[in-house]
């Protein structure tokens, strides 16, 4: 099993920023892929960013330019700079694993609002 806790988000106005954390404990070895995904009141959970273990990166084309993702792999750790905030990603934002038995794992969820 693996463990996510998230910290960060927060109200912010837009135009502004926020960092998001991660941290992984559990079965890390396992895990392969570590991204973030959000979900909006009344809409399906969405992919924001992703990295692999071995450093490579998926952008929601949303967010490119905006959002910066990186993972310490030595402290377990996933993190998201999130810059130029706009109200539409205001949503619910998660933490996920994926691990190398094709399992994914979720983190409990931290609030972003963004207001205009």
């Known amino acids: 099993q693996v463990q996510l806790v998230e910290s960060g988000g927060g109200l912010v106005q837009a135009g502004g920023s926020l960092g998001l954390s991660c941290a992984a404990s559990?079965?890390?070895?396992?895990?392969?892929?570590m991204g973030w995904f959000r979900q909006a009141p009344g809409k399906q959970r969405e992919l924001v960013a992703a990295?692999?273990?071995?450093?490579?990166?998926n952008y929601a084309d949303s967010v490119k330019g905006r959002f910066t993702i990186s993972r310490d792999n030595a402290q377990n750790t996933l993190y998201m700079q999130m810059n130029t905030l706009e109200p539409e990603d205001t949503a619910v934002y998660y933490c996920?694993?994926?691990?190398?038995?094709?399992?994914?794992?979720w983190g409990q969820g931290t609030q972003v609002t963004v207001s205009s």
């Open positions: 990295v692999t273990r071995g450093g490579r990166i």
């Open positions: 996920n694993a994926h691990d190398m038995y094709n399992q994914d794992f």
């Open positions: 559990g079965r890390i070895f396992s895990i392969s892929v």
